[in-house]
């Protein structure tokens, strides 16, 4: 509630946002020298912000402070997605979401430290690895890392903005303990945020609570005709969740993530969702691969972004600027993805795929014919340590996004909720709805929370 | 032989196909470019919808099957005039298909994005995105042709047809290109990337007349080399599927409902083959005269309002062998000409009526088309209306049989061709407004 609190205290005038925004740079800057939660801390912009907001409050989120994942464009702020390729590229234009959010009065602090473009599970793929908030020799999951940790970390009222393709807000607010909600497909406009895949990726947000999701979710959802993906219909307001389930295969995990999740439910069915469990890994990295792949095709050095002296023919210059600065994951799945729709191989795959995440689609509708809300583990594991995460082989990576892929391919927004914890390493529980049903996982989020 | 081609056509929409900048052309390199069309990180594509109405205009004037629902593509390839590194075109789901023209069977049609510019300069290359974005239709052809000379016929047709529609602007030779495939007795070959109408001929009479001699023994892809008047070896064949296409994530299925297709039908004008041979009926020309008149929107509807005054028969020959030979003369077009129509209607009844002559109607007509201005006045201002006075014509008779005394004699003498050579003298002392055929007749009486 603290953010509730504050955005009152503003509306009285009891409280000064020039101090508040300057106490949390200055805890930012503090926190990043551990923990790498930023990779820029957009200090002027913020306090200029700060300074119009002191004099005149305005808007629904009146002197909030926000933090931006890279990867989604902030006008005149060094926005790179976690990326080399992109080091100094100053973006034009800000994001449909931060005008939203600056035009109803947050202030921007900064954009934080990601896995490059969003590929990874650990927030491991990039130059600036964000150190998990409770230890730091664990990863903050991926690839919003940075986002939960300093969501986790900060006294102040903050809330993030993050971005998840495959289950990028639900992995690290599970593994740093804050609750992240990931909306329906179109439901937040892509407009600004730097594509990983396009048919998959959706902005939500992050925050210590629950609760503290709502009047950011208010602001940022609605339509917007620069993207023509966009949703032009509101999310359904009925909040009433009746019927749970536990789906079955999600729970074939460490007993003791079991327990702790199945102990603060009650009155719930088990269902199955077979299909999901076996496809939704390789429709997921068949999709996003593929989209990845001609989405990184425009980082060639030619127009903005990190460059080489011009030399040879336009395809070695190409050549050489891309593998300097590309990391090898996104290599691996540039040349994965290209692979996927090459002639020969697109049918077996990339359409394979697309018409594989129907019938996952078509499983989950089933199942809200008769369920408010489905329910699993947010990971696997509990947060690993970075010897450990080295040891992986790619397969194995992937593997880690095993129970938040389904959802993700089918577009349906999902909320990763801080429940209890194991030493001191906390444990999510995902709580996935039908499309428009943010309302329902708020409310049985805000439930589970109280126990 | 057998000939098939891909049209590129840059539609004339005021935006460039996925966001608002202008489609104009600019001096200025890279001054018509957003985040959008410039392929900026984070920027999304949104259809404009003119764009594929005037597509599916195109698509109906071509009597082509419009899809009810359409979807774009990623054509992947990298190449520095492509701002994205992929061309955003329609793969697996055209707007439209199975058209024909005449007897050639037009198999899709699609849109897509034009790419940039690359100018070279010495040894440097500049690049300008002014043209990213431009909207196209790509026209795809069965190999139905079977002679160059059909594939001129065929684009002139096509040219005609897309002026009709206002949906084509000629401003430039760079305003439309094609891919062609042709094939004799041997394998089939491509030219890629032609530029301009008369290009596509020159090269394909090139390729023909190649293949006549030395039938190509397998597949291959060749360019044009405009300068040298050649064809020249690309690379081996390559398969479409090699751009590895996706749907387009960023755009969605695009619904073109029944009604949108009807209502786009409705706004179809009266097309150039369904004018002509209305001309043919309803005025009585010949099949010649009436193709020409309605090759051009602004000259068939000239002629047509002319000839509600004006015998058509009379219309369609001043029309067609004087005013067009002027403008061609002239180096304009009938669209940017100054004659305005009650003006010619003016000229052409003074002449119907015999007041003036056939060169007074051609002098005036030169001036007519660089200024406007009452021609009826202007020949009441300048005497020259015809001499139909006999006394006064019968006075300068005279005067030239006093002075060509030689002609004359000539004449008494049995060549009837000095009667000419004296009937021009009068004309020019009337500064061409007598009927030389009254002044044959004075003549001859005089000289009896
Ligand atoms: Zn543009």
Redesign the interface.
């Known amino acids: 509630m603290i953010l509730q609190h504050y955005l009152k205290e503003v509306k009285k005038g009891d409280v000064s946002i020039k101090k508040t925004v300057k106490a949390i740079l200055r805890e930012a800057k503090t926190l990043n020298k551990k923990h790498h939660c930023f990779n820029i801390i957009s200090e002027d912009l913020a306090l200029s912000q700060a300074e119009k907001q002191e004099k005149e409050p305005k808007g629904r989120l009146a002197g909030l402070p926000i933090s931006i994942k890279d990867c ?2 902030v006008k005149d702020v060094e ?1 790179r ?1 976690g990326s080399e390729i ?1 080091k100094d ?1 100053v ?3 800000n ?1 449909t979401v931060v005008k939203k959010l600056v035009d109803e009065g947050a202030i921007i602090i900064g954009k934080t430290s990601q896995d490059e473009f969003g590929f990874g599970s650990f927030s491991t793929n990039t130059d600036n690895i964000p150190k998990n908030p409770l230890d730091t020799e664990r990863s903050c999951g991926g690839s919003s890392g940075g986002s939960a940790c300093f969501t986790q970390l900060t006294k102040h009222p903050h809330a993030s903005i993050s971005e998840s393709t495959g289950g990028s807000i639900a992995n690290p607010a599970s593994f740093c303990g804050i609750s992240g909600l990931t909306p329906t497909y179109g439901l937040v406009s ?6 990983y ?3 998959l990726d959706k902005i939500g947000i992050m925050s210590k609570t629950t609760e503290e999701l709502s009047p950011i979710f208010d602001v940022i959802k609605g339509h917007d ?5 966009s949703l032009d219909i509101s999310s359904n307001s009925n909040n009433e969740v009746k019927k749970i389930a536990i789906i079955k295969e999600a729970f074939e995990i460490d007993p003791k993530i079991k327990d702790i999740i199945l102990s603060n439910l009650e009155d719930y069915d088990v269902i199955s969702l077979p299909l999901t469990k076996k496809y939704a890994i390789p429709t997921y990295y068949l999709i996003a691969m ?2 990845a ?2 989405n990184l ?2 980082y ?1 050095g ?3 972004g990190s460059t080489l002296p011009l030399k040879g023919s ?2 070695q210059f ?1 050549s050489e600027v891309r593998s300097k600065y590309f990391t090898k994951e996104a290599k691996r799945r540039i040349i994965l993805g ?1 692979f996927a ?4 191989f ?1 049918d077996a795959y ?1 359409l394979k795929a ?1 018409k594989t995440r129907t019938l996952i689609i078509n499983e989950y509708k089933k199942a809200f014919k008769k369920y408010d809300v489905l329910i699993s583990p947010t990971m696997p594991i509990l947060s690993p340590k970075f010897s450990e995460i080295k040891k992986l082989s790619p397969l194995e990576n992937y593997q880690m996004d095993t129970l938040t892929t389904g959802p993700n391919i089918a577009g349906l927004p999902h909320l990763s909720v801080p429940t209890n914890s194991i030493g001191k390493l906390p444990v999510g529980t995902l709580l996935i709805s039908n499309h428009l049903e943010e309302d329902k996982l708020l409310n049985f989020g805000r439930k589970i929370e109280e126990k | 032989m057998k000939i098939g081609i891909e049209i590129h056509v840059q539609l004339n929409t005021k935006s460039k196909v996925f966001c608002s900048c202008t489609t104009q052309s600019s001096e200025e390199p890279n001054t018509n470019v957003c985040e959008i069309c410039g392929g900026f990180p984070g920027s999304k594509p949104v259809l404009n919808k003119e764009t594929l109405q005037q597509g599916i205009k195109v698509a109906l004037a071509l009597n082509s099957k419009i899809a009810s629902e359409t979807f774009f593509s990623r054509k992947s390839y990298f190449y520095p005039d492509m701002t994205k590194n992929f061309q955003i075109t329609q793969y697996e789901t055209p707007f439209s298909i199975n058209g024909k023209l005449d007897n050639i069977r037009i198999k899709r049609i699609h849109l897509e994005e034009d790419p940039g510019a690359l100018i070279h300069k010495g040894s440097t290359c500049l690049i300008d995105y002014n043209r990213a974005g431009i909207p196209l239709i790509e026209i795809v052809t069965e190999p139905d042709f079977k002679s160059p000379n059909e594939v001129r016929l065929f684009l002139r047709k096509l040219i005609t047809i897309l002026e009709y529609l206002e949906v084509y602007t000629r401003k430039s030779e760079a305003t439309m290109k094609a891919d062609a495939n042709i094939s004799t007795t041997g394998e089939k070959v491509e030219i890629k990337n032609i530029t301009g109408l008369k290009e596509i001929e020159r090269a394909l009479n090139y390729e023909a007349t190649k293949q006549k001699e030395t039938p190509a023994k397998k597949q291959e892809t060749l360019g044009w080399n405009s300068d040298k008047g050649i064809t020249y070896l690309m690379r081996t064949k390559e398969t479409e599927d090699d751009y590895g296409y996706i749907y387009d994530p960023d755009l969605v299925k695009i619904e073109i409902p029944k009604e949108l297709v009807s209502k786009l039908k409705s706004q179809i004008p009266e097309l150039s083959l369904d004018k002509s041979s209305r001309f043919k009926k309803q005025y009585k020309l010949n099949k010649e005269d009436a193709e020409v008149l309605a090759s051009e929107q602004k000259l068939a509807e000239i002629f047509e309002k002319v000839a509600e005054k004006i015998d058509p028969d009379l219309a369609a020959k001043w029309l067609i062998r004087d005013l067009l030979k002027i403008i061609n003369y002239n180096k304009t077009t009938i669209n940017e000409i100054k004659l305005e129509v009650k003006h010619l209607i003016e000229l052409l009844g003074l002449f119907q009526q015999g007041k003036i002559t056939d060169k007074t109607v051609k002098d005036l007509l030169i001036e007519l088309i660089k200024e406007p201005f009452s021609p009826k006045e202007y020949i009441k201002k300048h005497n020259l209306e015809i001499i139909s006075d006999s006394g006064n014509l019968e006075k300068l008779c005279k005067e030239a049989i006093k002075e060509q005394p030689k002609a004359v004699k000539d004449y008494k003498e049995g060549n009837e061709k000095s009667i000419y050579f004296l009937t021009g003298q009068v004309m020019r002392k009337s500064k061409g407004t007598a009927n030389p055929k009254e002044v044959e007749k004075i003549l001859k009486k005089l000289i009896r």
Not at chain 1, 190 to 195: A, E, M, N, V
Not at chain 1, 225 to 229: E, G, R, V
Not at chain 1, 341 to 344: C, D, L, S, W
């Open positions: 989604i464009c926005s997605a992109l590229y973006p034009p234009f994001a892509r407009y600004g945020l730097i594509d895949a396009n048919s005709k620069k993207d023509s993906t593929a989209e792949s001609t095709a425009k060639c030619l127009r903005y336009f395809n190409f290209t729709r090459m002639a020969g697109r990339y697309m």
